[in-house]
T-cell receptor, first 109, second 114 residues
């Protein structure tokens, strides 16, 4: 069965502190992993995907197949990073996404 | 381009009433999806479509029906609304071309069933 687990409902950090949003998955095969973000009063949008190996807005995420994890990291949090973050996976063909429960990130000044 | 639009933005229904949520996309995408978003549960797929005239069940299809008569539109129907269907509903679309797995989301519809 496909499952995405985000263990933290809320993560609160101070501005300038490092951020790590955890994501673990279960999937029998080679999944594609994504992070989607929803800022206040905005629609859900793609932040980054593991296959691109890119850094977006200072965020990076590495796929660890051994630990079945895809944690989202940023070395120095900014107030504008405050949002809801969803980890998601899709399998072969990419027809459907399975989302985690989401983590609210609050960056305090 | 407007991208993905949803109507209405808000709606309050009484138990047993019916309604239809409309999703429209102007990106010529083949795939369209309906999700519901509930606190602590993330987004769960209700129904989806891989092309005009096709629909398929997702993770939580009970109590909902869908239709994709035109490529650009994907309708979600509630025949007899229940309080458990109080949620925020999101529509999304995705291109078929290449390996583009990105889904583009609408702004959401907040539905309350009393």
């Amino acid at each position: 069965a496909q499952r995405v687990t985000q263990p933290e409902k809320l993560l609160s950090v101070f501005k300038g502190a490092p951020v790590e949003l955890k994501c673990n998955y279960s999937y029998s095969g080679s999944p594609e992993l994504f992070w989607y973000v929803q800022y206040s009063r905005q629609r859900l949008q793609l932040l980054l995907r593991h296959i691109s190996r890119e850094s977006i807005k200072g965020f990076t995420a590495d796929l660890n197949k051994g630990e079945t994890s895809f944690h989202l990291k940023k070395p120095f949090a900014q107030e504008e990073d405050s949002a809801m973050y969803y980890c998601a996976l899709t399998g072969l063909g990419g027809n459907k996404l399975v989302f985690g429960a989401g983590t609210i990130l609050r960056v305090k000044s | 381009n407007a991208g993905v639009t949803q109507t209405p933005k808000f709606r309050v229904l009484k138990t047993g009433q019916s309604m239809t949520l409309l999703c429209a996309q102007d990106m010529n995408h083949e795939y369209m999806y309906w999700y519901r978003q509930d606190p602590g549960m993330g987004l769960r797929l209700i129904h989806y479509s891989v092309g005009e005239g096709t629909t398929a069940k997702g993770e939580v299809p009970d109590g909902y029906n869908v239709s994709r008569l035109k490529k650009q539109n994907f309708l979600l129907g509630l025949e007899s609304a229940a309080p458990s269907q109080t949620s925020v509903y999101f529509c999304a679309s995705k291109d078929l071309a290449g390996y583009s797995y990105e889904q583009y989301f609408g702004p959401g519809t907040r539905l309350t069933v009393t």
